[in-house]
């Protein structure tokens, strides 16, 4: 292996002498500069959030077509979250909305959120799609606080679990 | 030519009753979740579990006879494919290797016929198969 040893110094000893490691470093940041401005953006980040618009603390905000009760984004949460002290309702139920701002349209889970008495800000009730308690899955009258330490209702969120197919 | 042929007819087809995995989200997995684990024992688990009820023809029966399957809105045809699919996908170790898939017309069959005692019925069949 003496010959791959003696290969590998002179080599080493030829680079570090012809370069400085500030031209290095130089040129490294030019080509991780350039490369991020020219290369497209890869859309792995992009792909579960889609393009929106509107206020999540807005009754007419296009999440909400569905829900029934008062708005997390109001309480101390937002959309998908719960506010502190909460905890989220485990089973829920699911419809979609059409989001104007793609044309798309989106699966929704209503999870509520349980624990603490309502919060009483942003009472929204828009029940697109709902139906009668006789259709469980599908209504938004059941108070979905199941499965939670505790039943009491605190708000809701509309969260965007996917893409619902193209109509 | 066939083949193309073929092919926009399945695509129109499975258009009609839609994706069921989409499908599942949208009836099932507000109660049984979307890895289909459920909340046990008001929300039965289906993961890992529910491929053996395919090993007797009550437990075919049952799984288009339980409420949340019959008493659905899915069509016939789309309530087959959530069921194949939920077997395929969420069965785990319990789903035979091979199976006969639901079809649209065995749906229609068993679907409109009274399911009777279905709690009953679910504690047979828990007792009788590999749960």
């Given at each position: 292996?003496?010959?791959?040893?003696?290969?590998?110094?002179?080599?080493?000893?030829?680079?570090?002498?012809?370069?400085?490691?500030?031209?290095?470093?130089?040129?490294?940041?030019?080509?991780?500069?350039?490369?991020?401005?020219?290369?497209?953006?890869?859309?792995?980040?992009?792909?579960?959030?889609?393009?929106?618009?509107?206020?999540?603390?807005?009754?007419?905000?296009?999440?909400?077509?569905?829900?029934?009760?008062?708005?997390?984004?109001?309480?101390?949460?937002?959309?998908?979250?719960?506010?502190?002290?909460?905890?989220?309702?485990?089973?829920?139920?699911?419809?979609?909305?059409?989001?104007?701002?793609?044309?798309?349209?989106?699966?929704?889970?209503?999870?509520?959120?349980?624990?603490?008495?309502?919060?009483?800000?942003?009472?929204?009730?828009?029940?697109?799609?709902?139906r009668?308690v006789?259709?469980p899955?599908?209504s938004?009258d059941i108070?979905?606080?199941?499965?939670?330490?505790?039943?009491?209702?605190?708000?809701?969120?509309?969260?965007?679990?996917?893409?619902?197919?193209?109509? | 030519?066939?083949?193309?042929?073929?092919?926009?007819?399945?695509?129109?087809?499975?258009?009609?009753?839609?994706?069921?995995?989409?499908?599942?989200?949208?009836?099932?997995?507000?109660?049984?979740?979307?890895?289909?684990?459920?909340?046990?024992?008001?929300?039965?688990?289906?993961?890992?579990?529910?491929?053996?009820?395919?090993?007797?023809?009550?437990?075919?029966?049952?799984?288009?006879?339980?409420?949340?399957?019959?008493?659905?809105?899915?069509?016939?045809?789309?309530?087959?494919?959530?069921?194949?699919?939920?077997?395929?996908?969420?069965?785990?170790?319990?789903?035979?290797?091979?199976?006969?898939?639901?079809?649209?017309?065995?749906?229609?069959?068993?679907?409109?016929?009274?399911?009777?005692?279905?709690?009953?019925?679910?504690?047979?069949?828990?007792?009788?198969?590999?749960?």
């Amino acid at each position: 292996m003496n010959w791959l040893d003696r290969y590998a110094a002179r080599a080493t000893r030829r680079v570090a002498q012809a370069t400085s490691r500030r031209h290095f470093l130089a040129r490294l940041g030019t080509t991780l500069a350039g490369a991020a401005a020219a290369l497209p953006l890869l859309p792995v980040a992009r792909a579960g959030a889609p393009r929106e618009a509107g206020d999540p603390q807005s009754c007419d905000y296009w999440r909400y077509c569905a829900i029934d009760g008062f708005l997390c984004s109001c309480c101390g949460g937002s959309t998908h979250s719960c506010p502190p002290g909460t905890e989220p309702s485990p089973v829920t139920w699911i419809g979609t909305c059409r989001n104007d701002a793609d044309g798309r349209d989106y699966v929704i889970s209503y999870n509520d959120c349980c624990g603490k008495s309502a919060c009483g800000r942003c009472n929204c009730t828009r029940n697109e799609g709902d139906r009668p308690v006789y259709q469980p899955s599908k209504s938004n009258d059941i108070n979905w606080c199941l499965g939670t330490t505790n039943n009491v209702y605190h708000c809701s969120t509309a969260v965007v679990i996917g893409l619902a197919a193209e109509r | 030519m066939r083949l193309a042929l073929v092919l926009v007819l399945w695509g129109a087809a499975s258009a009609a009753v839609g994706d069921p995995r989409v499908n599942y989200m949208l009836h099932c997995m507000g109660c049984h979740l979307m890895d289909g684990s459920g909340m046990p024992p008001d929300v039965p688990r289906l993961n890992g579990r529910v491929g053996y009820y395919l090993g007797s023809e009550e437990g075919r029966r049952y799984l288009i006879q339980v409420p949340g399957a019959s008493q659905s809105l899915l069509s016939d045809a789309a309530l087959a494919e959530v069921l194949n699919w939920i077997v395929t996908e969420l069965g785990g170790e319990s789903a035979p290797g091979e199976f006969d898939p639901y079809t649209e017309d065995e749906v229609r069959q068993h679907r409109g016929v009274p399911a009777g005692d279905i709690g009953a019925r679910a504690r047979r069949l828990a007792s009788e198969l590999p749960l």
